[in-house]
């Protein structure tokens, strides 16, 4: 079945730095991709859609300006989350669709802010 | 607007005991997809079954089987036989043409030895 690579799938990083995380399609091309959070025993929540070649939508409540999404190409989509802080630690997972409407998500990534 | 409803939200059985995790959707559309994806503790959310809203055709995979019922907006996931392997958090979630998926709360399954 289709492939969705996500990576980092861990991250401790501090407070005030940057990081991204980076989403592919091994085997389709995704012109749009979706980036979930999810905090711990909860469900995943939608943060924004990312659209190869234009600007990402973001969920109301998503700062645009602090999760950047970049989709340069196909098959890559990244999720940079500037200026972290503790609150941002939490798991982040990307999804992208086949042409047949078959969501797969990458394998997540686990953001820890100390 | 488009609504996925996971009632249990946790579920304790016996090994080799059957389970039954329910999953109900409400959606104004004629045309979407449910899906079932895995939740180990890992992490990573692993794609178990996509049906789409025509086909309302039971599905068996091994122990694993789902019951679409469209006259009750239902969409039932049953594990046959039960092992330690199968605990995790399944989640149910719909999509409606290429919009976003919408999420069930996940209902926790914990399989005892």
């Known amino acids: 079945g289709a492939v969705v690579s996500q990576h980092p799938s861990r991250v401790i990083c501090k407070s005030g730095t940057s990081v991204k995380i980076e989403c592919r399609s091994l085997?389709?091309?995704?012109?749009?991709m979706f980036w979930y959070r999810q905090f711990p025993k909860q469900s995943l929540m939608l943060m924004a859609t990312?659209?190869?070649?234009?600007?990402?939508?973001?969920e109301q409540g998503v700062e645009k300006d602090k999760f950047l999404i970049n989709h340069a190409s196909l098959t890559l989509s990244t999720l940079t989350v500037t200026s972290a802080h503790p609150e941002d630690s939490s798991f982040y997972i990307c999804s992208a669709y086949t042409l047949l409407s078959e969501a797969f998500f990458g394998q997540g990534t686990r953001l820890t802010v100390v | 607007a488009q609504k996925v409803t996971q009632a249990q939200t946790e579920i304790s059985v016996v090994e080799k005991e059957d389970v039954t995790l329910d999953c109900v959707y409400e959606?104004?559309?004629?045309?979407?997809?449910l899906f079932w994806y895995k939740q180990p503790p890992s992490g990573e959310l692993v794609f178990l079954i996509r049906r789409n809203s025509f086909d309302e055709q039971n599905e068996i995979s091994g122990r694993y089987s789902w019951n679409f019922q469209k006259s009750t907006s239902s969409f039932n996931f049953t594990i046959t036989a039960s092992q330690v392997v199968d605990s995790a958090v399944y989640f149910c979630a719909l999509l409606f043409g290429n919009e976003k998926l919408t999420f069930g709360t996940g209902t926790r399954l914990t399989i005892i030895p």
């Open positions: 990312s659209n190869e070649g234009s600007k990402a939508t973001y």
């Open positions: 959606t104004r559309d004629t045309t979407y997809y």
């Open positions: 085997d389709f091309q995704a012109t749009t």
